[in-house]
């Protein structure tokens, strides 16, 4: 496969991460939280509204009291690890539609990232009694989908008997998911061709010389080598009502008479 350059696709990272700071920075500073700032975009079912989501995404929390930091530190872990992965997919020469994917989902991870590191601080949106304000900052969700809201039975694991909706998030969410979601659909199609590749490559034994590719004049030199021999160890010979005639394989004939 042929390399490829990352910088257009980390471009698209740079220019959803701005779309995704944008609108939260928006809502937060032209929006009133919940349902008194709510606004209709599409009937009753997609509304913008404002909440703070102080765990993972789509509302989600870790029930601890360091959750939220070891989920900011995984998070920047995560980004690091996806921009790399990227890069390397990308010198690789990977389909184009898998490293779009993976600049989507870098986009997402890299949003929340900056929520979850800096909001506590200058948006001062900390949950009360954090043991600081940094990597403590609650992410800003505002698309709200609004198809089904109620309690959950009973007999429901974990989630009975409590109150839910159809979870609000954000656009880096929406990057992440939708990112994920073209990796599994079209994974054959991203991944298929790098498998049959690989599948050409030795199994066993380490050597690295015996996946390598033999120059084109070494090839020629052994090939000229085998034929060499080949002409060495037969001859042509041409029987005639005067004799024999052996052609050798420097092109010059001997005759020899029959005189039996």
Avoid at 137 to 153: A, L, R, S
Avoid at 171 to 185: M, P
Avoid at 223 to 236: K, L, M
Wanted: proline residues 5%.
């Amino acid at each position: 496969m042929i390399q490829k350059s990352p910088f257009k696709f980390f471009l698209l990272t740079l220019v959803l991460i701005a779309l995704d700071q944008s609108v939260k920075l928006a809502v937060h500073f032209y929006m009133a939280p919940g349902f008194a700032g709510q606004v209709k975009i599409v009937g009753d079912w997609l509304k913008l509204h404002y909440v703070l989501n102080p765990g993972m995404a789509f509302g989600m929390q870790l029930g601890h009291e360091y959750g939220k930091l070891l989920l900011s530190v995984f998070r920047l872990f995560a980004m690091v690890g996806i921009g790399y992965y990227l890069v390397m997919l990308a010198h690789r020469g990977a389909p184009n539609g898998l490293l779009w994917a993976m600049a989507m989902i870098l986009a997402g991870a890299v949003g929340n990232v900056i929520d979850s590191t800096f909001y506590g601080v200058f948006l001062n949106n900390a949950p009360y009694g954090s043991p600081t304000p940094w990597f403590h900052g609650q992410v800003i969700d505002m698309v709200f989908v609004d198809v089904w809201e109620g309690f959950i039975p009973d007999w429901v694991p974990l989630w009975g008997g409590q109150y839910y909706s159809t979870p609000i998030f954000n656009i880096a969410d929406s990057c992440i998911f939708i990112g994920v979601c073209l990796i599994l659909f079209f994974q054959r199609r991203f991944f298929g061709d790098q498998s049959v590749e690989d599948s050409m490559l030795p199994v066993s034994g380490s050597d690295p010389v015996e996946a390598s590719v033999l120059p084109a004049a070494d090839f020629i030199r052994e090939e000229s080598q085998d034929t060499n021999q080949s002409d060495n160890q037969t001859e042509a010979r041409i029987r005639t009502d005067e004799g024999q005639i052996i052609v050798s394989e420097s092109g010059l004939t001997d005759e020899k008479k029959a005189t039996e």
